[in-house]
């Protein structure tokens, strides 16, 4: 469904942004479930739920040592959350 598709690829996106913001430089990010409550996914006043996982660095780990032991963990995160009222359904485009 091209409307899934695009609402993974930006919610991918904004993860990616999020994690750069913290400081953290994860590759990739992968959408794993993406669950739309209405049809198109992204409809004003839906809900949409998204689970999402990443590996991330662990801080402070030397360079060395993180060639030898793993440094990096993976972070899976679910989130719900309500479209605003005033968007634009994905893939809709603007009038």
């Known amino acids: 469904e091209p409307d899934v598709e695009l609402a993974q690829g930006r919610a991918a996106a904004t993860v990616g942004l999020a994690a750069d913001d913290q400081g953290f430089a ?19 006043g839906a809900q949409v739920a998204a689970r999402v996982r990443l590996e991330v660095g662990l801080p402070l780990v030397p360079r060395w040592l993180g060639r030898r032991l793993p440094a990096r963990v993976p972070v899976e995160v679910v989130r719900v959350a309500v479209v605003d009222r005033f968007a634009v359904p994905v893939g809709a485009g603007w009038p």
Do not use: I, N, Q, Y
Not at 29 to 39: G, H, P, Q, S, T
């Open 26 to 44: 994860v590759e990739p990010v992968r959408v794993e479930r993406l669950e739309c409550a209405a049809d198109p996914c992204g409809t004003p």
